[in-house]
């Protein structure tokens, strides 16, 4: 295991700098980790910061030309020179943002670095999701003990007594290699008295009381796009730290489908792959480390929940078998491996599970969504529950019988295949409403806006329809249902030489870049064919399980779209079948969700991999009644909801 | 894992080499291994060899001054050179022995190459020991299966449709790491017909039907002195290979307790002295393949079997509890580790098995030397079981209750501490008879005698006891019980200016190497506190079973002492009680018995494991009566057994 670069850290109060002798050597302090770096005079922060393991941005290498190294100085300081007022906004500079390569440190200094957040490109990635009241039993025990010293009598081992104080109920104990390496001289050093670090019936590791030794454990959402790393502390199931950074893998495709494209076509396409997706992960444990206070060789258990090509990418597997009828997996059971063999970096005997999935398109990520909409724990309420991102996966049921599907609702949901979509971040617009004969949106930070995202899409749409400059059969037009709303068919934007109309979401002069973005008639046809695979999939997880949209008694919402976009705009589009609103539950980030709990009780970690025993793999592809659902759903209903 | 260099290697009938075009390139074929190595004209066979894996040995690098790579070539060829009639006795050259260096290969020639079982150097070692018939059921089974292939309905897993095929019992199924890495491509190369190699609940391999993976196991007998290393056919339950080596240890030592000495004073003494043997063992492994015509990487299991320092050595374990009370190991538990954790050089996913211990005197080899009796198989036979080697380790019982000790034998008992002892190698007296007058011994090798080794020291301490040259008492001198044999007491020399006498059991005419070897009255004390410990332990353990010698039914006698000595002999100078020389069995190397038993039969590593949790182990430092029974036993018995 890589250590970082020795770094003077110090737990101490902002901005009480420890008392410095010689005036030449000077603190920075980098918040949020609150390094404390001792810096000779007259350096640059930029300088200071390349000793250490903060990953910088950067471009030009500290020439100040790129601009990118930029960092907030909390410590007031002389003006910027002229290349930060030639790179930085005003409103940058207003909020103490320099240049790093830019400022040398004259004097103690405290700084902000968060390179993952860049201020500038705001990514709305979900990083809280609901918990249940759960009975604390994580997958690592710790527990306390007082070994007896070696006596002549017995003549017994040190691993004998060991053994022999965690009871009966160890008897068939077990203890890695490495434990037992240093055991004899761990025992002595501890006198003996320390906590036994257990996973299931192995021994880990021997710790002094107190040790940060194996008090978290560390959860992953590998997602397609944003890769979620959370550290939990296990003695009190609370979350301490969240991790979040775009997954390196989207330069080799956006989606799946075009990474195993990639993968098959390259040669060492997987080790490549796996190699981006451990490299960013070992990255996001090192930060979450830092923040816990603790070094990554601390964390001995991790979870990680994807989807199945995700899931597959991570422990290395080829994930071919995904792209192509009969689309089977290498996998799908829930898996413990140690950590060291699938290349992450946590203590040498740590353990990673990755969650249990049903099949090629019901990956763990569904599947921890279900554990943690809690509909499997109980069998009267009939839950009814949509991931929406670049795929949609959804389950229908209770623990008496549960069904999933995949639908391939396509990418227009976050974005993609729209004219002007985006995924959802800084510049996007993420919710429409008609006020006044006009449209009123939010942008996702708060600037004008660059494009659509999803929720913003399926916004537009119900909003258009509402005031009937879109039909049920997808058509923009005048329609002219509302005449009170003057403005918005005024935005209609007939094609030349055509009856084909666009509509005009932002004139140039409203829009971020000068542009003009339109919403085209070709990307309602994309929404159509999003929309209808969604409701055609719900409609038919309701035929098969015989029920109507009035036993439903809850729905719960997940992922990208699921968690953003309004439920009626949804429901008025026909994405969503008509139900009182108030069933409608956002879960937030459900796979790290449902991670998080798989790791702070075993019994979740049991009932995750019951789920997907339990669980139906309802292939849509093969039903009979699919195609005819999926045409029927590809209208807009005729129906208002404000 | 280090593959060894490419070299053209055939199974074809001896002394008929493949044919060959053009005369410039010839055949070198290399017994025992059976090695075919394409030569040019005139290479010497020293050059040839070079490029393999064997390990000629030499101290010239091939200038043939040396005279240390011999070989013996089979194939007729001219006469030896100067060199060699130099450097070569005139019996080697009889058998064909040549120096590699200076043999020009000149057509295609057989020779044999055993550089571990050097002609002149002859270790006496114990490779066999006896089997039982048990049902084979090795710890590693190999199950043909034929998975069905994808299909669109289930969309099942690779992984869950060959569970399913294996059955409800594995149910519970895991899959290391490296075996699911490259399953989809396996099962496919294999189109779905393959053999599953699972180790407990967990599977380690996908093999093609017939291929050499998993179809052999090893097992390690660990000795201080001596290793040896086994193939066994795990289809059969048979014996493909066996190798032994001098533990490269002994330069550090040549017990225990002075090599725990040394890496207690030593910095990375553990380190080095487990490199050594790992590297020794490693090469065992590369020569056992060999034997059986595999790769290492072929091999998924092993079971190590030695003295509890031993296993501690291996395991990388520091045994420093063991020197000193209370003599905790750090572990005595039969455990099992990846052997890549541990250096082994087998399947990167290959187990080892560590034999369970006692104690830190009761070690793996003694419970593998129990279950390797039957002693525990059973509640009605008393067998009493002795392994005397450096140490002496000592076993009463049966199923029903079982003791254990550990008796200072003292090293008098391999040679050490004795003016003229020796172990047990070419030029070693291994046994002695009285006849017509005069002494009557075999040597090691049947060469001139060197010394004495255990055995030979028992039987001519017997021999002086029955002609009355050495009285009960153990005093060396005239004590004429046996007037017609004249020549014995001639050979009493009296020291100068004392009264004390020792025996010239060679003199210079009659000796290797032209010095007198004499027994001295100081290495008849020697004998005396080691047989009057092995007697004494004896005794003790019959106290505390409550019986006499009668009530016991069977003797089993192992280690490198046990199986050699002459039982009369040892029973008439004490050390064993008397009783009915029919009742005494010779184990062999029980050691490794045990071990091959593990290896074959789960329920026999089962068993073993039972046997150390009913052994108790009777510390005799502790035990009031041990000191008295002690000096009881130091005195030679006033008993004829001829």
Redesign the interface.
């Known amino acids: 295991m890589k250590k970082p670069p020795k770094i003077k850290k110090k737990k101490r109060p902002l901005r009480t700098p420890p008392a410095t002798g010689a005036k030449k050597s000077l603190w920075l302090n980098v918040l949020p980790d609150d390094l404390w770096i001792r810096v000779k005079y007259g350096v640059t922060i930029y300088e200071a910061l390349r000793k250490t393991t903060l990953d910088l941005d950067t471009e030009c290498n500290g020439l100040g030309t790129c601009g990118k190294c930029k960092i907030k100085v909390i410590t007031p300081i002389g003006p910027p020179d002229r290349q930060e007022q030639r790179l930085l906004s005003s409103e940058e500079l207003d909020q103490g943002i320099r240049l790093a390569c830019r400022t040398p440190i004259r004097k103690d200094l405290v700084v902000f670095s968060d390179t993952q957040r860049d201020p500038t490109e705001l990514f709305q990635i979900l990083k809280h999701g609901q918990t249940q009241d759960i009975a604390l039993d994580p997958l690592l025990d710790r527990i306390p003990v007082l070994v007896p010293p070696?006596?002549?009598?017995?003549?017994?081992?040190?691993?004998?007594r060991l053994?022999s104080v965690l009871g009966a109920s160890r008897d068939n104990l077990?203890?890695?290699?490495?434990c037992?390496?240093t055991?004899?001289?761990d025992l002595r050093a501890t006198e003996f008295r320390g906590e036994a670090l257990l996973h299931r019936e192995c021994m880990l590791a021997w710790s002094p009381v107190g040790s940060p030794n194996g008090r978290y454990g560390v959860i992953f959402d590998i997602g397609t796009t944003t890769l979620v790393g959370k550290l939990i502390d296990l003695d009190q199931g609370v979350e301490k730290g969240v991790i979040s950074r775009l997954n390196a893998q989207t330069r080799f495709g956006s989606n799946i489908i075009s990474r195993i494209q990639y993968l098959r076509d390259t040669k060492n396409g997987l080790r490549r792959l796996r190699r981006l997706l451990l490299n960013d992960l070992n990255a996001i444990l090192r930060r979450l480390a830092r923040a816990g206070g603790i070094e990554p060789h601390h964390i001995f258990v991790a979870v990680a929940a994807g989807n199945t090509t995700m899931q597959h990418l991570l422990?290395?597997?080829?994930p071919?078998?995904i792209a192509e009828?009969?689309?089977?997996?290498?996998?799908?059971?829930g898996?413990?491996?140690?950590t060291q063999?699938?290349g992450l970096e946590l203590h040498p005997d740590a353990m990673l599970y990755v969650m249990p999935?049903?099949?090629?398109y019901i990956g763990g990520d569904l599947i921890s969504f279900i554990l943690a909409s809690g509909a499997a724990d109980q069998e009267t309420e009939l839950v009814l529950g949509l991931d929406l991102g670049t795929n949609g996966e959804i389950f229908l049921g209770n623990g008496r019988r549960l069904l999933t599907c995949s639908a391939a609702a396509g990418p227009a949901l976050e974005g993609a295949r729209i004219q002007h979509g985006m995924i959802a971040k800084s510049g996007a617009i993420e919710s429409v409403r008609g006020l006044e004969g006009e449209l009123r949106y939010n942008v996702i930070g708060n600037i004008k806006p660059k494009g659509l995202c999803g929720s913003g899409l399926v916004d537009l749409a119900a909003v258009l329809l509402h005031h009937g400059v879109l039909d049920a059969e997808g058509v923009l037009g005048h329609h002219g249902r509302d005449t009170e709303f003057e403005l918005l068919p005024a935005r209609l934007a007939p094609r030349p030489r055509s009856e084909v109309m666009d509509f005009v979401v932002a004139t140039p002069e409203e829009s971020f870049d000068g542009r003009t973005i339109k919403l085209l008639q070709n990307d309602i046809r994309e929404l159509q064919l999003a929309k209808g695979a969604v409701a055609a999939a719900v409609q038919l997880l309701m035929d098969e399980m015989g029920v109507t949209v009035d036993r439903i008694d809850r729905v719960c919402m997940a992922g990208a779209l699921g968690n953003y976009v309004n439920p009626l705009s949804a429901m008025r589009i026909g994405m969503l079948p008509f139900l009182d609103p108030a069933k409608i539950v956002s879960m937030g980030n459900a796979a790290a969700t449902g991670a998080t709990l798989a790791l702070i009780s075993k019994a979740q970690w049991q009932r995750a991999n019951a789920i997907a025993d339990l669980a139906d793999?309802v292939?849509l592809?093969?039903h009979p009644g699919f195609y005819e659902a999926f045409i029927a759903a590809m209208d807009f209903p005729d129906r208002n909801v404000w």
């Not at 077990?174 to 490495?178: E, V």
């Not at 422990?315 to 080829?318: P, Q, R, S």
């Not at 898996?335 to 140690?338: L, S």
Request: aromatic share 8%; proline share 8%; glycine share 8%.
């Open positions: 070696p006596d002549l009598q017995t003549a017994a081992s040190d691993f004998h053994r077990k203890i890695t290699h490495g037992l390496s055991l004899y001289a422990l290395g597997l080829d071919s078998g009828a009969p689309f089977a997996p290498v996998i799908t059971e898996v413990t491996f140690p063999k699938v999935a049903k099949s090629g793999h292939e592809s093969l």
